[in-house]
């Protein structure tokens, strides 16, 4: 029996798949502005080799990895370099996918990328503000009012009160709490 440390508990927990022999397993990917470094190559290896164990205990893995393929970095390194963003994305997809050939890593099931799925990411914020989970700020930008879901630190066992704006979370005039983010520029 696999067992994982469940960050909410802080104990080990058996794992038991929803679905009986099948799991489905989402890993944020990479932004795709430059090659990738060593800090990618952790979770790319260690997914691998959980979706490898997984697959030999007879369970079907649906292994899902995104690629952001759009962000402020995305965008001013294409400026910078003089090409389309899709022409930067590509060539570091592209890399990406040479890196983890190299380190011997499977193919994932899909692999979306964010500009796929900007209308369903504009419905969701749309939702949010709705709700007041999320506000426009005088300079455009739509954060997510962390004040609005109690549960926000729950996993690391963090308070708001605790946490210091600033280390984790940048500073911004344009927010009505330090701890808010952004969801959309």
């Known amino acids: 029996m696999l067992k994982i440390y469940n960050t ?7 794992f038991v798949p929803l679905t009986p022999n099948t799991i489905s397993l989402y890993v944020c990917g990479v932004t795709v502005y430059d090659v990738c470094h060593i800090g990618h190559a952790r979770p790319f290896v260690f997914f691998d080799l ?12 649906n292994f899902v990895r995104n690629i952001t393929d759009i962000d402020d970095k995305i965008i001013n ?15 570091y997809t592209r890399l990406m996918h040479e890196d983890l050939e190299a380190l011997n890593c ?19 914020v749309e939702r949010l503000i ?6 426009v700020a005088e300079n455009g930008d739509v954060y997510f009012r962390v004040e609005a879901y109690e ?6 066992h963090k308070d708001l009160e605790g946490m210091m704006a600033g280390i984790r979370v940048e500073v911004d005039a344009n927010k009505e709490g330090p701890m ?3 969801l959309w520029k």
């Open 50 to 61: 959980f979706h490898r164990f997984m697959s030999s205990q007879g369970v079907t893995v």
């Open 106 to 124: 499977l193919p994932v099931n899909h692999e979306p990328r964010a500009t796929d799925y900007i209308d369903s990411m504009i419905a969701l």
């Open 77 to 91: 390194r294409a400026n910078e370099l003089g090409i389309t963003i899709t022409e930067l994305t590509d060539k």
């Open 130 to 135: 709705a709700k007041e989970c999320a506000y």
């Open 180 to 182: 808010d983010f952004v």
């Open 151 to 156: 549960q926000y630190g729950a996993l690391s």
């Open 8 to 14: 909410l508990t802080r104990k080990k927990t058996d």
